[in-house]
């Protein structure tokens, strides 16, 4: 799977709109852009995914830019249960094992 | 509650001890997937099964193996442990083959002292 670029860390207030960075300059085309997070003490929970068009459920929105090689996880109205960490993954089409392939991801901090 | 049930929760061993972590998924997932998660590795993923037939291996040791049953339910049996083999162990669980979505367990906290 290819491989994807996040900050480390971001600080978001409380009640504010948060947009969580993700760059996959070697995305292929039948790349998923996948969204997971992981609360403290907690296993990884699915967010959202997409493949070429902007996607809205009831957790964020995914906005994926024209040429697919960077997206944006928004997060409408952060709240302190939003503080977790965020991982971008890129997931093959024909992902024979079909498993995900975790970075680093980013650490959002909520503050009240 | 994910609908995925791993258990135990905690578990203190000694090096060289063996143990086994199970792991339940969601009603009608026939795929499960075993990862561990450490300090300093982060998420690695260990080992998937389908239907119970093994798919794909990642950085598994060999003195780790698992299996999935009939009834779906997985085991993960870890041997010879040491010290490094501390770590939280994650199993999730998807639908058909081809899911997008990965469903995790709480996870089960292994403490080898």
């Known amino acids: 799977d290819a491989k994807t670029t996040q900050p480390n860390s971001m600080e978001s207030n409380e009640e504010e709109p948060v947009h969580l960075p993700c760059n996959h300059s070697t995305i292929s085309g039948t790349d998923y852009i996948h969204w997971y997070r992981q609360l403290p003490s907690q296993g990884p929970e699915y967010v959202i995914h997409?493949?070429?068009s902007n996607v809205n459920n009831r957790m964020a929105s995914l906005a994926i830019a024209e040429d697919r090689k960077s997206s944006t996880l928004i997060l409408h109205r952060a709240t302190l249960r939003d503080a977790a960490v965020y991982y971008c993954?890129?997931?093959?089409?024909?992902?024979?094992?079909?498993?995900?392939?975790f970075g680093g991801g980013t650490r959002l901090m909520v503050k009240p | 509650d994910s609908g995925v049930t791993q258990t135990p929760k905690h578990l203190i061993t000694a090096t060289g001890q063996r143990v086994t972590l199970r792991c339940s998924p969601r009603?009608?997932?026939?795929?499960v997937y075993w990862y561990q998660q450490s300090l300093d590795q982060g998420l690695q993923f260990l080992i998937h099964?389908?239907?119970?037939?093994?798919?794909a291996k990642g950085n598994i040791l060999e003195r780790f193996s698992a299996q999935q049953f009939p009834d779906l339910h997985s085991e993960l049996n870890l041997s010879s442990l040491e010290l490094g083999d501390s770590a939280l162990y994650f199993c999730?669980?998807?639908?058909?083959?081809?899911?997008?979505?990965?469903?995790f367990g709480a996870g089960s906290r292994l403490t080898v002292l």
């Open positions: 099964y389908y239907n119970g037939e093994e798919r």
């Open positions: 997409g493949l070429t």
């Open positions: 993954i890129l997931r093959a089409l024909n992902n024979a094992g079909n498993m995900l392939t």
């Open positions: 999730a669980s998807s639908g058909s083959f081809g899911a997008n979505v990965l469903t």
């Open positions: 009603s009608g997932d026939l795929s």
